[in-house]
Each structure stands twice: as C-alpha cells, then as structure tokens.
C-alpha cells in the first residue's frame, strides 16, 4: 500500500526547486517507476513533484550547434517516433522503441528513463539490502541470473535504462538545473558505479532536475545502432544490450563508441571494442576479435555466467550488421 503524500503540480522550474527543497520530497516525470517503488516501499516520499506542468521541459528541438536537445519530460513514444532522432541518431530511437510496452512508452518519459531505479529484485523486495543501508548484496549468494559481470564491486546490480547506453554512445550531455544553478554532465559521467558509493546511483544532488538532454551534432558518416537480447520478446529487461556509433572512412572504423547494457550496474563503455575496431574494416576475423576481448574482464555470479556467450555473440553480430 501507498503511503500517503502530498501531491504538487508547480508550473515553472522555479517553484518546483521550492518545491523539492522540503526534505522528502520526490520528482515525477511519468511516475511508472516512481509509483512501484513508492508502492513497495523501496522509498517513502512525503511530497510528489510533478514535473508535467512546466512546459519548458516537453519537446525536442535543433540546438543552434547543429545537434538536437530533448525535454526531460518528452515521452519515450516521441522519441522513438521523431523523424530527425530516427535519421541521425539511430541508436536512440531504437533503444526507445525497446523499452518496455506501449503503454509505458506513452506514459515514461526520457528524463524518468534515464533516473529509474535499478531492478534487483533484492533492493526492490522486503531485503534491507546494502544499496538501502543494509550490510550485505543478497545477490552474491542468492539468486543471481539477471545480474552483472562487470563493475559489480559489493553491489551487483545491472543498469535498467536502454536509452542511457544509446545516448552514452552517441556522446549526450545531460543539462542538469538546481536551486545552485545549471550545470551539464556527459551522460558517461552521470552515473556512480557502486565501487565509488553503491547508495548513489547518478550525481544529481538534492533538489536538482535533468531538464534537456542534449545530443551532438551528428559527424558525416556516422552510422549508430542499438539491440537488445530479453527473455521474452513481448517486453523486457535487457539480458544484455550494444549500442555502437561508428564513424566510417571508407570501409574502415574512424572513431567508435561502445557501450553495454544489461551486464553491469551504470552503463558500461567498452573500450576492448572500440579499441579492437578503430582503423579497421569490420571483417570477421576483426569482429571476432572485438568480440572476445569485449567479454576478457567479465567476472560472473554463480548463475549468470550465461551472459559472456550472449554478449559475445551479440556484438558479433552487430558489428557485422553496422559495417552492411
Ligand atoms: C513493466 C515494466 C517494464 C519495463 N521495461 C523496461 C525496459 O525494457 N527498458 C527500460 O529502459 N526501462 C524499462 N522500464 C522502466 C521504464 O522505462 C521507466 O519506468 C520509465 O522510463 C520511467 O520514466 P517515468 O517518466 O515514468 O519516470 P518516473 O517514474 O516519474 O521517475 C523515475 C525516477 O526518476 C526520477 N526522475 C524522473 N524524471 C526526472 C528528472 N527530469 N530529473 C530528475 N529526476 C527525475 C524520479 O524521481 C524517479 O525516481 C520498465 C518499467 C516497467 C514498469
């Protein structure tokens, strides 16, 4: 049951810091990951903030730089529906168009998408886990199939977002704005791996909003790609996820980004790809190279280990299908 709260719908970014400086209170974009986790308590809010009254945050725009910026509170439908995102920044629209079902693409928004809280089923049960101030990750000797094998140091969770990895690769800066002012943060820095303080999960301080995320323009011969594997097809976290953005010369890999989802707890950029593609043609044995030192560092749990053939397999293939 839902503990009761007050509800507030400010109409400026201003008023909602007003808002969100009395302690307790918690910002709501689309609310399909704040109200579980205020449901099963993972959490408890004394005030809701909605943030869907403030105009200023819906919508995508051309920055005056050539790329784009998208309002924290556009739904992840119009991302994955937007013609510009879909012809310059394929990654994006195809991670959006992965998460979840419909119904949560039309009520989740990117901004909530990129904030939600990890899945373990541990932190999200009645476990008081160390990511809620507990002594130990239940993880490590519970059930562990769905958790990570890179970056797990005394926290084994797996970042949930599939829009975070896609925006990672394709070099986003998040536009962060708080009762100190604005700030921007490449979306690479934005989250806090557990061996550097396994309670936070992004830097937002208290108080602080994402308002834009901002995309780069987009480099000539740039070709981005996002796929994830689930278990079930109809909707699902990721097992495991690629999001690549290669620029190409020619045939061959001039810059390349990588990032993975699904395997470890921030989105996690792999630089044993990138650096195994970069100055080359994307022939198999190039591939199967990039592949097999991408998964080198990975240290399972007892029941994921599954993991390592998954994500070999599946950067395999996406490296052959982005040099097509
Ligand atoms: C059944 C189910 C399946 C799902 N499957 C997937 C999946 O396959 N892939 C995937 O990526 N996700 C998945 N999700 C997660 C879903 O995508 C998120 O719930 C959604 O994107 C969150 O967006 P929201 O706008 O509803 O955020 P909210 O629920 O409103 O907020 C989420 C969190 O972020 C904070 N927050 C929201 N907006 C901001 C902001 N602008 N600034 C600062 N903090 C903010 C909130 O305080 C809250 O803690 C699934 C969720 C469900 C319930």
Redesign the pocket.
């Known amino acids: 049951m839902l503990s009761n709260f007050t509800y507030v719908r400010p109409k400026s970014l201003e008023e909602a810091f007003k808002q969100l400086s009395s302690g307790g209170a918690?910002?709501?974009?689309?609310?399909?990951?704040?109200?579980?986790?205020l449901r099963d308590h993972v959490f408890e809010a004394s005030k809701v903030v909605s943030?869907s009254n403030i105009q200023s945050?819906h919508g995508i725009r051309k920055t005056s730089q050539g790329g784009m910026g998208i309002g924290?509170?556009t739904t992840?439908r119009e991302v994955a529906g937007n013609s510009e995102i879909k012809k310059h920044y394929a990654a994006l629209a195809q991670a959006a168009s992965?998460?979840?079902?419909p119904q949560?693409r039309n009520?989740?928004?990117l901004?909530?998408?990129l904030?939600?809280?990890p899945r373990c089923w541990y932190y999200r049960g009645d476990f008081h886990c160390l990511r809620k101030g507990g002594e130990e990750c239940f993880a490590v000797a519970g059930e562990n199939a769905y958790h990570c094998i890179f970056g797990g140091e005394s926290c084994y969770i797996v970042h949930?977002?599939?829009?975070a990895p896609a925006l990672g690769a394709l070099g986003a800066q998040m536009t962060i704005r708080g009762p100190k002012g604005k700030r921007s943060v490449a979306l690479e820095s934005f989250y806090v791996p557990p061996a550097e303080d396994y309670t936070k999960e992004t830097r937002?301080e208290a108080g602080?909003?994402?308002?834009e995320i901002v995309l780069p323009p987009p480099a000539e011969r740039l070709r981005s790609s996002y796929r994830k594997v689930?278990a079930r097809q109809s909707?699902?976290?990721?097992l495991s996820g690629i999001a690549l953005a290669f620029v190409f010369k020619g045939d061959q890999v001039q810059k390349a980004r990588v990032f993975l989802s699904g395997v470890a707890p921030v989105p996690w950029r792999c630089r044993e790809v990138e650096e195994a593609v970069i100055g080359k043609r994307l022939d198999e044995g190039t591939v199967r190279k990039a592949a097999e030192s991408a998964v080198q560092k990975a240290k399972p749990l007892e029941q994921n280990a599954y993991k390592i053939p998954l994500l070999r397999g599946l950067i395999e293939e996406q490296l052959l299908a982005i040099a097509r």
């Not at 949930?160 to 829009?163: A, E, G, K, R, V």
């Not at 602080?208 to 308002?211: D, F, H, N, R, S």
């Open positions: 918690k910002v709501h974009a689309g609310g399909t990951d704040l109200l579980g986790c943030l945050l924290a509170l992840l992965e998460v979840a079902s949560l009520q989740g928004t901004g909530g998408n904030c939600q809280k949930p977002s599939d829009t937002l602080e909003i994402v308002t689930r909707w699902d976290f990721a």
